[in-house]
């Protein structure tokens, strides 16, 4: 096992203590005593996420990266099972098929992956208090604040008056973070603000704001959940928020994206469950799973969006228009989050 310090390759009878032999640096994490990762396995993680200290991450983007890596058995599992299937060809004419068969069908089952991440959060909790124990919190890290509510916005009293020419709407806090600690609102001109009204010390004045411009686009980013995909559909249909007021673009994560995330899906949240916005199919995933926009690296996740935002002028005739009622102005992106983005999607300023 490596050391990530002075990158020494040591044998395990020579970091029994727990210490590397030639830094003498102590190791997070040893395997050989069940731990599920090590310490270079976990720095690469973190590295992943923060595309190498370029961009601001949560330790929720840590424990998807690491999720995902552990679904890299199923690869094996495919090999097996394909083994097994010609092994069956070969079954009646040789024994030998018989036991490739055997052997195939058996380990592949053995090894089959489920669609949801097998590795739990409070697993990952463990792993990450003993990473920042041992190694300190890593570049990059947002920490959120568990502080009161914020006092009112107290700045230049025009500001109200003026506007912004789009909003990203989202439905956790922690979104919200994401965008604004990545300078996100300052580069697009955008505000950014979560349902529930964070961030508590702008909301109010930020919302006001959003209705001074009458040419407003909003996007809707989210996770997969019923929260989630009724929340463009809410915010297009709700007097309160942007009917006859915005067009809204549903831009977050639904159903139909998790085929390619599979082994980070979660378990269902069905605290808000409902149907506006939703189809029967994308329900009965629902009422089984979620997926997180977390799952996603947040670099990502901001040239998607960005690549979105500068697609404007053709957003509207290549966008699914839903008809849901007059007044209400809602597209669907057809595929925001079904592609890599490239570093040419990331503008001037981007990260790549």
């Avoid at 032999?21 to 690469?44: L, Q, W």
């Amino acid at each position: 096992m490596k050391c990530i310090r002075c990158h020494g390759d040591c044998k395990y009878p020579e970091r029994s203590d727990g210490r590397c032999p030639y830094c003498k640096g102590e190791f997070a994490f040893e395997p050989r005593t069940g731990a599920p990762i090590t310490d270079t396995g976990f720095k690469t993680a973190i590295d992943a996420v923060s595309s190498m200290g370029t961009v601001r991450f949560l330790p929720d983007h840590v424990y998807y990266e690491i999720a995902r890596r552990k679904r890299s058995r199923g690869v094996a599992r495919n090999a097996l099972y394909g083994l097994g299937a010609a092994g069956l060809l070969l079954a009646l004419a040789n024994p030998i098929g018989l036991l490739l068969a055997s052997f195939g069908a058996v380990t592949g089952t053995l090894l089959w992956p489920t669609s949801e991440a097998k590795l739990s959060r409070l697993a990952f909790d463990e792993l990450w208090k003993r990473w920042i124990k041992v190694h300190g919190e890593p570049a990059g890290l947002i920490k959120r604040s568990q502080r009161a509510p914020a006092t009112p916005y107290r700045g230049p009293t025009d500001i109200p008056s003026y506007s912004f020419d789009r909003a990203v709407i989202c439905d956790r806090p922690q979104t919200v973070d994401v965008l604004l600690a990545n300078n996100f609102h300052f580069e697009n001109n955008c505000a950014v603000l979560s349902v529930d009204g964070y961030p508590p010390h702008a909301f109010d004045t930020v919302r006001q704001m959003l209705t001074n411009n009458p040419r407003l686009v909003v996007y809707v980013l989210h996770d997969a959940t019923y929260t989630g995909c009724n929340l463009a559909y809410r915010l297009a249909s709700d007097p309160k928020w942007f009917r006859g007021r915005a067009r809204v673009v549903e831009v977050g994560l639904r159903p139909a994206h998790a085929r390619k995330l599979r082994g980070v899906w979660q378990p269902p949240d069905l605290t808000t469950a409902g149907s506006g916005g939703t189809t029967e199919l994308e329900r009965r995933w629902l009422e089984r799973h979620s997926l997180e926009l977390a799952s996603i690296r947040p670099e990502q996740v901001v040239k998607r969006l960005y690549a979105v935002i500068v697609a404007e002028a053709a957003l509207v005739h290549a966008s699914q228009y839903v008809d849901v009622e007059p007044g209400v102005d809602y597209y669907v992106h057809p595929g925001s989050f079904q592609r890599e983005a490239k570093a040419a999607d990331g503008g001037v300023d981007s990260f790549g």
